[in-house]
């Protein structure tokens, strides 16, 4: 599956970020949740961890999962889960470890049927969606490793797949606030970091969202508010789905306020 690769380049990009960072600056908190920059990639190792068994191992999934649900029922959350899954993993130990897993995830799912279903934490999915899903949210999360550290990213055209993603989701994203999707769906005009026009969806009369194709995968992965982007958004239906737009998995979460999100000076 070419997502598989378009996963694993993004790792590499990541990796080449992290790679030369001490213990001091791993343990830097960033503008999401605080979490530091280790904590970031201990989230994404384990969670890439987890797509593996579910392709590979249906029983080890829902064993993994049995062990999330036991520490959230006493009180603990996520990140509790992580650092018990972890077991004291920690600095550029856990820089190669999750690097490593990468290889190997992109190894599994590079053969995988697409159409495989596997099981995640809410419903099944296809093999495709779930590396794509991997991919969204190493680049999601990345994002606020460069932010701190000041370094500006660059971005290839395997964010088409976030872009697919994110459309795929506007229904979604209204009917997970108990909210019925108002029709019709936006048509998408994004300029792909190629400079390639990439066109999504059906051409919606007043429903229109233009511009930088990175900007709408920050957009509707939530790490930056609408107003922090130059996107061009028409329609009552564009303006209301950018304003709540949520392209992953899980309960209602707001997008970041105006600003807070950011590019810090280096």
Not at 130 to 157: C, K, P, Y
Request: net charge negative; hydrophobic share 45%; charged share 20%.
């Amino acid at each position: 599956m070419q997502q598989a690769t378009d996963f694993l380049t993004e790792c590499d990009r990541i990796h080449a970020l992290v790679a030369p960072l001490d213990e001091a600056q791993l343990a830097t908190p960033t503008a999401f949740k605080g979490w530091t920059i280790a904590d970031i990639i201990g989230h994404l190792h384990v969670w890439n961890q987890a797509a593996q068994l579910s392709l590979n191992d249906e029983a080890a999934f829902k064993a993994f999962m049995a062990q999330v649900g036991g520490i959230i029922a006493k009180g603990g959350d996520l990140n509790s889960f992580e650092r018990v899954w972890l077991d004291g993993l920690t600095g550029q130990a856990l820089v190669a470890a999750w690097a490593e897993t990468c290889r190997a995830t992109t190894a599994d799912f590079a053969t995988a049927d697409p159409a495989q279903r596997v099981p995640w934490a809410g419903p099944s999915m296809s093999a495709r969606s779930s590396i794509t899903a991997r991919l969204m949210e190493s680049w999601a999360h990345a994002q606020a490793i460069f932010d701190v550290l000041g370094t500006e990213r660059t971005n290839g055209d395997g964010l088409k797949n976030i872009c697919v993603l994110g459309l795929n989701t506007y229904g979604w994203t209204f009917k997970n606030r108990r909210m019925e999707a108002p029709q019709p769906a936006p048509y998408l005009v994004l300029t792909a970091p190629s400079g390639e026009i990439w066109t999504f969806g059906e051409p919606a009369d007043g429903e229109l969202i233009e511009g930088d194709a990175a900007e709408f995968c920050q957009v509707v992965t939530q790490t930056r508010n609408i107003a922090d982007t130059a996107l061009k958004v028409t329609g009552p239906n564009a303006t209301a789905w950018m304003a709540i737009a949520q392209c992953f998995a899980g309960a209602p979460v707001d997008p970041p306020a105006p600003g807070v999100r950011r590019k810090l000076s280096a």
